[in-house]
Nanobody
Framework: QVQLVESGGGLVQAGGSLRLSCAAS????????MRWYRQAPGKERDAVAQ????????SYADSVKGRFTITRDNAKNTLYLQMNSLKPEDTAIYYC?????????WGQGTQVTVSS
């Protein structure tokens, strides 16, 4: 049973930084993709960043390019999202996602609130 547990959310002022973590367990994480999504109130859940677990190749939504960095620690089976220069529009619940083969797994989400 794959489990994803996010942590690191909180309240921060505009311009500040936060680092989200996603601890993964119960699966084989040497392949596939890991992603961070976010969902603001009244909006759809959108992909923010993606990383190939084996290749380490990354991609980002245009809205976060140059400010957010996705990384993973293979030894710890942990995914990270470093968020810098945060803006009020980054306020959302952030979810960790694992795409393994034909299956999709989600964490419970962590709230990020950016005050102006």
């Amino acid at each position: 049973q794959v489990q994803l547990v996010e942590s690191g959310g909180g309240l921060v002022q505009a311009g500040g930084s936060l680092r989200l973590s996603c601890a993964a367990s119960g699966g084989t994480f040497s392949s596939g993709f890991m992603r961070w999504y976010r969902q603001a109130p009244g909006k759809e859940r959108d992909a923010v960043a993606q990383i190939g677990w084996r290749s380490g190749s990354t991609s980002y939504a245009d809205s976060v390019k140059g400010r957010f960095t996705i990384t993973r620690d293979n030894a710890k089976n942990t995914l990270y999202l470093q968020m810098n220069s945060l803006k009020p529009e980054d306020t959302a619940i952030y979810y960790c996602n694992a795409a393994l083969g034909t299956s999709d797994y989600w964490g419970q989400g962590t709230q990020v609130t950016v005050s102006s």
